[in-house]
């Protein structure tokens, strides 16, 4: 879609409002709106003002003045607002230098397409990831300097199977791990996911199905037909804003915190890479589960890099409480067709060579999609680059292999700490063709320790007072 395209379409449907978003700097959508006679033709490349300074990660005080450019091509309305909008998604620029600005996600995902244009690779890359989340029917909680406490609560729970109950308890709940994925009655979210799922094709994301999740107490997952890495991103910020909205407007809450529950599956986003060139998939081949050499040597950079990649696919305190074995999570860096229990996954359900393609299984929806999409991109590059090998695959049960052999199995990090400190050891392939620059590394490093790690650690657990209040 054109600038122009975009005004007439404002008059066909009588568009009342024009809402501008763009992406912050951990990842949320954040937004400003404008009358239609606001927007011009001349917006798309002069932008509008607003201040970056109030903006997480971004700008000091005193240089505060920034400009949101529209991106006429992801214009689509918007399914919640009581009149008439029209939304677009704006990419960021310094009003003084006209300079695409260096901390902005989705500028950093353009230049990582750029960079693998330019190294003559290829000239697409296709992401596919796999959003889980959560829908409850109420979430409480809170921390101050005397308590802190969550409750959170689904007619679907486990925990409600013997709940007093409006009308009757009539059963049905799901047990731990088990969501995976009978019919209703047990499954009481089909009606609502359906309708997620139509808000998301009328937005113009091309949905593959529809279904709940292992978990107990509303886990589902709603798949997105694969898009090239930026158009991705893209897609990933509607889904999460079409499927929260909708779920309020059904009278419930979705989160896509990687661990809400206790004791039952995480919420993770698995992501899928391919990398094309004139229309040829070149991960397709003849080797190990289909696989060209090249598509070896992308593993091979996915599994060097894992650890420095966790910092952003994994990028929350909580993550690392899904990054556990016994929940399907995938701590093992090892690679493996169908084998679930590996962090990268050959899928096998087709032979079609356009079908080829690794899946990534560390990430998780916390994540910012515009700095995972391009880091895991960078890891592949620089593996296919430097052909780094990713040693034998591991085809059995990763779970039940003896200690001593599971030993030698690498693992990705154990926490969001461990995570940063891999990305400051081992940062220099983001830094090819300026893609990442150091001044990211280093504010996201310094913002993740500053605002997370250091927040959960210098606050008392509830558990901890079980375990010592006695002492």
């Not at 990933?236 to 661990?259: D, H, L, Q, R, S």
Request: net charge negative; proline share 7%; glycine share 6%.
């Amino acid at each position: 879609m054109t600038p122009k395209e975009v005004l007439t379409l404002i008059r066909e449907k009588e568009v009342k409002a024009i809402d501008l978003r763009f992406v912050d700097f951990p990842g949320t959508w954040q937004h400003f709106t404008i009358p239609p006679s606001h927007l011009e033709e001349s917006t798309f490349q002069d932008g509008l003002g607003f201040d970056g300074s109030s903006i997480r990660g971004w700008q000091a005080i005193n240089e505060s003045d920034m400009l949101v450019i529209p991106q006429a091509e992801t214009a689509f309305i918007d399914p919640f607002f009581k009149e008439t909008t029209l939304v677009i998604i704006c990419s960021i620029q310094d009003p003084l230098t006209r300079q695409d600005y260096s901390r902005d996600p989705r500028f950093i995902a353009r230049k990582a397409v750029n960079y693998m244009k330019q190294s003559g690779i290829a000239d697409t890359a296709f992401f596919g990831p796999e959003l889980e989340f959560f829908v409850f029917d109420s979430a409480r909680f809170d921390q101050n300097q005397y308590s802190g406490y969550y409750f959170l609560d689904s007619a679907e729970g486990a925990w409600n199977s013997g709940r007093e109950e409006c009308g009757g308890n009539l059963g049905y709940k799901i047990r731990f791990k088990e969501g995976y994925f009978p019919v209703p009655p047990t499954d009481t979210l089909q009606d609502l996911r359906t309708e997620m799922m139509l808000n998301l094709i009328a937005a113009g994301i091309d949905v593959e199905a529809q279904h709940h999740e292992v978990a107990t107490a509303g886990q589902c997952e709603i798949d997105m037909r694969f898009s090239p890495l930026v158009e991705m991103a893209d897609k990933v910020m509607k889904y999460k804003y079409i499927v929260k909205n909708t779920a309020k407007k059904n009278g419930k809450t979705v989160t896509f915190m990687p661990k809400p529950l206790f004791q039952d599956n995480g919420t993770g986003m698995h992501v899928h890479i391919s990398l094309w060139k004139n229309n040829a998939n070149l991960f397709a081949g003849s080797g190990y589960a289909g696989l060209s050499d090249m598509g070896l040597h992308a593993i091979g950079g996915l599994l060097k890099h894992a650890p420095a990649i966790c910092a952003f696919s994994n990028p929350t305190t909580n993550s690392y409480k899904r990054l556990v074995p016994g929940y399907e999570a995938p701590v093992n860096l090892a690679y493996s067709r169908r084998n679930r229990s590996a962090s990268i996954r050959i899928p096998m359900y087709s032979t079609s060579p356009k079908a080829k393609r690794v899946e990534f299984r560390c990430p998780d929806p916390s994540a910012n999609p515009y700095f995972t999409f391009s880091i895991m991109l960078m890891a592949v590059i620089d593996g296919i680059k430097n052909k780094i090998h990713p040693g034998e695959p591991l085809d059995k049960d990763i779970y039940d292999m003896p200690p001593e052999e599971l030993a030698k199995v690498p693992q990705a990090p154990g926490s969001l700490d461990e995570a940063l400190t891999a990305l400051e050891k081992d940062s220099g392939f983001l830094l090819q063709g300026e893609v990442f620059t150091n001044d990211v590394i280093e504010t996201w490093v310094k913002y993740k320790r500053l605002k997370e790690v250091d927040a959960i650690r210098l606050r008392p657990h509830p558990y901890e007072f079980q375990l010592y209040f006695d002492v």
